[in-house]
């Protein structure tokens, strides 16, 4: 593990407190300077290549769901868990560069689940939560707001029709978490269960990476990615980490043609 809680608590002693939720971080010439909402997760979120399309990460879909100015650094990582991610220093490159009145938006468990492998795996009520809890601290720590958000669900139906949750514990854990921690939770696991119950196993095919060749049941094509993006949106706003004016377009369609993929291997 590369940080300690009590490493990450050290580390933002002198640093300036938490702006509130709805505030704007002060540059040092006076005026407002934009905020980052940064994107700690895996490949449901993670921003995808051209080798990869049509799969795309609801990450790459939430700026078009927020207002101008409000920019969101996607760090999210194909195969990422909670452990791993730190591990790799991933989230100390996002601590090193998120400031005062900032968000970090915290989706880890597909790969928590991996119990065969020990570089990825983590217990709901142990590993799991001691984990999430160094990206709560480090965020605090320099003064930026965390938000967990509860993974997104598989498309995985039963032999009559019902959408099947996926993630076992990890859930109510980070659940548990967020209100022993006083973090602002956003349920996409529950919510994205209720729409692919509510589309049904044939249409929520559309909204996963299904093709011809492929057929994908965790990650998203591009309805499917700004469907969960519009879930997440939505969830920013109902529990007040964004204001109203801080979202956009959560009735609209969203054209598909928005989404791009870079070239392998470029910047995203």
């Given amino acids: 593990m590369s940080l300690t809680r009590r490493q990450v608590s050290a580390a933002g002693l002198g640093l300036p407190l938490a702006l509130t939720v709805t505030g704007t971080a002060q540059a040092a010439s006076g005026r407002p300077r934009p905020r980052t909402l940064y994107i700690a997760g895996d490949s449901t979120a993670a921003q995808k290549y051209a080798d990869a399309a049509p799969e795309t990460g609801w990450g790459t879909a939430l700026p078009f769901l927020l207002r101008p100015g409000l920019e969101v650094a996607n760090h999210a990582v194909n195969g990422r868990s909670s452990k791993s991610f730190v591990d790799e220093g991933q989230l100390d490159t996002i601590l090193a560069a998120v400031r005062p ?22 217990e709901p009520r142990t590993t799991y939560q001691e984990y999430l809890r160094l990206y709560v601290d480090g965020a605090r720590a320099r003064g930026a707001r965390p938000v967990l958000a509860t993974a997104v669900e598989r498309r995985r139906f039963d032999a009559g029709g019902t959408a099947v949750p996926s993630h076992g514990d990890y859930p109510a854990a980070m659940r548990a978490l967020a209100q022993q921690e006083r973090v602002a939770l956003l349920d996409t696991q529950a919510l994205s269960l209720a729409l ?14 299904w093709t011809a060749t492929e057929q994908d049941n965790t990650h998203f094509n591009p309805p499917g990615a700004i469907a969960v993006a519009r879930l997440v949106a939505r969830e920013l706003l109902r529990t007040r980490v964004l204001a109203p004016r801080d979202v956009r377009r959560l009735n609209d369609v969203i054209p598909e043609s928005w989404i791009t993929w870079p070239a392998a291997g470029a910047t995203a």
């Fill in 196 to 209: 692919w119950q509510e589309l049904g196993a044939e249409e929520t095919k559309k909204y996963f990476n």
């Fill in 101 to 122: 009145g900032d968000l970090l938006l915290i989706q880890f468990a597909h790969n928590d689940e991996k119990a065969t492998d020990p570089t990825r795996y983590t």
